[in-house]
């Protein structure tokens, strides 16, 4: 086993390197350099699976055996997904399941290091000597591009795909977890769920007469997968729902707004989905 190490400092602070890394529109831009298409399904806990995969359905599943945000992430790989199915650990895998992949991050004079060392076997070392620098190259000019193209809020419940889906579309439910904070309430809800479809959601201040709609236009739905809509000021949102392990990683990917802050927009659509969760379980 040979460790590998790479090195590159980006002119941003670290906490836009995180997200520039692990949000997942971001995470499929710099990972072109391994294979084009490529993708991530995780809740991204520490602790958790993480499955790695291909456009073709294979890949790679680990275990993020440290998760310390705006710090550093660790992945101990453990063996292959074919189909999208794990494969049982044969004498080729052996060689190298348990390696890690560690990413670090160390700000400093408003410059962040990102520092990648991986483990390699000596067969696959050609390949990442010549990709991960492609790829840093990739984080970079993520991170230092003054414009921000996406956010990404997830959260894992243990519920079936099947419940999470109906509770996350009923307008019944929807009114129950659809507001960030608890003297926030959603009074009303309307939900035509089809492509050319729309939804009202009211949402409304329970101590001060403010209130707004929340309202937009389906684009693309696929039942207990994915669903694209439109918020009426024409920013793209994708809900997609993946099952891993018993348990259902709901995730939203959304362009932001200008008005607010970039960390004020993410909370608050966290918040929502914590929300759900609470409501769901």
């Known amino acids: 086993m040979k460790k590998l190490a790479f090195t590159i400092s980006i002119k ?23 294979c084009e298409g490529s993708y991530a399904i995780s809740s991204w806990e520490e602790g958790s699976k993480i499955h790695f995969l291909s456009p073709s359905g294979g890949g790679m599943y680990s275990k993020i055996s440290e998760n310390k945000p705006f710090e550093s992430m660790v992945f101990a ?34 410059i962040t290091t990102l520092t990648v060392s991986v483990d390699a076997l ?10 991960f620098p492609k790829a840093l190259e990739n984080i970079k000019a993520i991170a230092e591009n003054p414009t921000v193209k996406s956010i990404t809020v997830r959260t894992a419940i243990e519920a079936t795909v099947e419940q999470v889906w109906h509770f996350f579309t ?19 809800a309307k ?5 050319g479809g729309t939804f009202n959601y009211t949402m409304a201040s329970k101590d001060e007469p403010v209130a707004f709609d929340f309202e937009g236009t389906y684009e693309a739905i696929e039942t207990h997968k994915k669903i694209v809509y439109k918020i009426a000021d024409g ?29 004020l927009q993410r909370d608050g659509w966290q918040a929502i989905l914590d929300n759900f969760k609470k409501h769901i379980n």
């Open 12 to 34: 941003a602070p670290k906490e836009k390197v995180w997200y520039s890394l692990w949000d997942d529109e971001n995470y499929e831009n710099w990972t072109t350099a391994f």
């Open 122 to 131: 000596e067969q696959y070392s050609a390949f990442f000597e010549g990709s």
């Open 170 to 188: 009923q307008p019944e439910h929807i009114t129950k977890w659809n507001f960030a904070s608890d003297d926030w309430h959603c009074p009303a």
């Open 77 to 110: 790989h453990i063996g292959n997904i074919d189909n999208l199915k794990e494969l049982p650990l044969d004498d080729e895998t052996k060689q190298w399941t348990g390696c890690e992949e560690r990413y670090t991050l160390t700000e400093k004079n408003e």
């Open 235 to 263: 920013r793209k949102v994708v809900v997609k729902f993946d099952v891993l392990d018993d348990k259902v990683i709901l995730t939203e990917i959304f362009e932001p707004e200008n008005v607010h802050s970039i960390a």
């Open 191 to 195: 939900n035509n769920l089809q492509v």
